[in-house]
């Protein structure tokens, strides 16, 4: 009886060495793929901070093992941000890819992720096919998506008299598949879609498409873009007294708090969106925020929480599964609740996308600040299955058997090479 106990004592205390040496390359690697220099730069600027933050909180390893971070510049580009994907994973086997702001960019990676089992997290994209139409078992999409922006300022706006919409679009796949989004949930709430008009990516002159929306009867003008664009559009809607005449509402269907700070209180006072985060929800949120924001020069925004949030949760499955095997740690996310300064109530569900609660905001007049970087008050907060698609309507090619979205290359190998920037 005592061997058998004793037995039964050596294979208990080698279960946990058992479960370490199922990290492949002794190192749980993670290739932060984002925009550091374009038009989303601040979003990849505080993503790489962000995610850092999340792997010291972790202790820098994980049951033993190394948490690598690996970063690279893909410059809103679609074909330089596959060049990093397969770099990073044929030279150094990463285990996930993290962030990949851009839909143009997200989606042939996520493909690519699948043909390698490779963990693909999105946080900064946007476009709500990357759980449908181009889902994937290894996809995981964290923080907000086009649909959830659209769907909460629609119903609200719609609700309160703003029943006629125009939308100001940017002329690409995510600024489509937003407006997309956001004119059936104005119809889907009763209101009326009388038109829109592009314009080209890195725009700066708006100015053509903001006169058409005046003159269209619209109450709401939508802005289904991001970014610099967002801001461009801002200040010359500004210009051109739509913010301050009072007889059309504007409406930014993806802004952010650097937007804000970027044209000023003044210019975009009264400016409605909707948000995943805010960083002054409470007393957790505000000492995080200060912690990112003594490193980054700014509050932190959805996107920065958001991969804090993703990477956090991810290292969490990889401890309690003792692997970095993808399938497996993915099943575990989706196991456990997210529960963090991001969200208290969050799930991944098994299409890739997480659930949780997002937040229709207003813009405040400067006259209404009290602290620094207090920009904005929360108007209403969107319950998670409100916000976001069901997984029912969502189509997810994969659940359906059809397989996962489209990418290109081949298995990836291993490499010893360590984090270069």
């Known amino acids: 009886m005592k061997r058998i106990l004793s037995a039964l004592l050596t294979l208990g205390a080698a279960a946990p060495l058992c479960a370490q040496a199922q990290v492949s390359d002794d190192e749980v690697r993670i290739g932060l793929i984002s925009d550091f220099t374009s038009v989303y730069q601040d979003i990849g600027q505080q993503a790489e901070i962000a995610a850092e933050m999340a792997i010291e909180d972790f202790g820098g390893e994980v049951n033993g093992k190394k948490i690598v971070l690996y970063t690279r510049d893909h410059k809103l580009d679609a074909e330089t941000g596959m060049k990093h994907a397969k770099e990073l994973k044929e030279q150094y086997n990463v285990d996930a890819f993290l962030d990949m702001v851009g839909t143009n960019v997200a989606v042939p990676i996520q493909g690519y992720a699948a043909k390698t089992n490779t963990l693909a997290i999105h946080t900064g994209s946007a476009s709500s096919i990357l759980t449908?139409?181009?889902?994937?078992?290894?996809?995981?999409?964290?923080?907000y998506d086009t649909h959830a922006l659209a769907a909460g300022s629609a119903k609200t706006i719609v609700d309160n008299g703003g029943k006629k919409w125009f939308f100001v679009t940017v002329d690409y796949t995510f600024?489509?598949?937003?407006?997309?989004?956001?004119?059936?949930?104005?119809k889907e709430a009763g209101g009326e879609v009388l038109g829109s008009a592009l314009h080209k990516f890195k725009g700066t002159n708006m100015t053509s498409q903001l006169l058409e929306a005046m003159n269209s009867g619209a109450d709401v003008i939508a802005l289904a873009n991001a970014g610099d664009d967002t801001q461009a559009t801002i200040r010359q809607a500004w210009e051109l007294g739509i913010t301050s005449s009072g007889?059309?509402?504007?409406?930014?269907?993806?802004?952010?708090?650097?937007?804000?700070?970027?044209?000023?209180?003044?210019?975009?006072?009264?400016v409605r969106f909707v948000t995943g985060w805010v960083w002054s929800m409470n007393e957790e949120t505000r000492a995080w925020n200060e912690r990112l924001k003594r490193r980054a020069g700014t509050e932190a925004t959805m996107f920065s929480a958001g991969v804090y949030s993703a990477v956090k949760h991810y290292l969490k499955a990889i401890e309690a599964?003792?692997?970095?095997?993808?399938?497996?740690?993915?099943?575990?996310?989706?196991?456990?609740p997210v529960k963090d300064i991001f969200t208290q109530n969050g799930k991944l569900r098994r299409d890739g996308r997480m659930v949780h609660d997002m937040y229709l905001v207003e813009v405040k007049d400067p006259n209404e600040v009290e602290q620094p970087g207090d920009y904005y008050k929360v108007a209403s907060v969107i319950p998670?299955?409100?916000?976001?698609?069901?997984?029912?309507?969502?189509?997810?090619s994969y659940i359906k058997g059809k397989g996962s979205g489209?990418?290109?290359?081949?298995?990836?190998?291993?490499?010893n090479e360590k984090k270069s920037s």
């Not at 599964?321 to 456990?336: N, S």
């Not at 998670?384 to 997810?396: D, I, L, Q, Y």
């Not at 489209?406 to 490499?415: F, R, T």
């Open 132 to 143: 449908g139409k181009y889902c994937s078992p290894v996809g995981v999409h964290w923080t």
């Open 247 to 270: 007889e059309q509402q504007l409406v930014g269907l993806l802004m952010t708090h650097d937007v804000i700070r970027n044209v000023g209180l003044y210019v975009s006072g009264g």
């Open 406 to 415: 489209d990418g290109d290359g081949k298995q990836a190998g291993k490499g």
């Open 321 to 336: 599964t003792g692997t970095d095997e993808t399938k497996q740690v993915i099943a575990k996310m989706r196991d456990m």
């Open 175 to 186: 600024g489509k598949v937003l407006q997309a989004d956001a004119s059936a949930a104005v």
């Open 384 to 396: 998670g299955e409100k916000a976001f698609k069901s997984m029912e309507a969502g189509n997810c």
